[in-house]
């Protein structure tokens, strides 16, 4: 599932197949719905795809110790990658509520995952959080509850 991908990117479609196992008709005026069960294997072609744009954010404010390597919403989520001290390469301060992602509005957006790697003695993170570039926001704040935030803006 692109969504989850901790990169944030999308893979090539190469002789990728679509598989439908069911169809389901839902009415306005009840909560009843009738489902068509089967299989069905669509093969995508290589038809014309569109460009897929992402939006990058720099930063604008930090007074903590995240180093932003990269911040881009794409249609499918907002990614970013960030460099911290070596001291967290537990992970604890990335899990749960510990991260999060905060539009101009105050809504908060959670990970559901993220990846550590060790460079250059920072421990570097990916993740993502689910929004998409089409909801056009101009301005963030990562937070990471023990170490600080950064405001991004497009």
Known sequence: MILESISGSIPKLENAVVEVEAVK???KSSENFKSIDGRWD???SGGKSD???SVEYKVESNKSGIEIISAKSRPTSFNVTFAVDEKYKDGDAFLGKNMKLVDEEGKEYLSSSFSIDSKDNK?????NFPLSSYENVNKFKLVIT???EVELVK
């Open 25 to 27: 008709i839902f009415y």
């Open 123 to 127: 421990i570097v993170i990916s993740t």
């Open 51 to 53: 460009t897929v744009n």
């Open 146 to 148: 023990s170490i600080g």
């Open 42 to 44: 669509l093969k995508l």
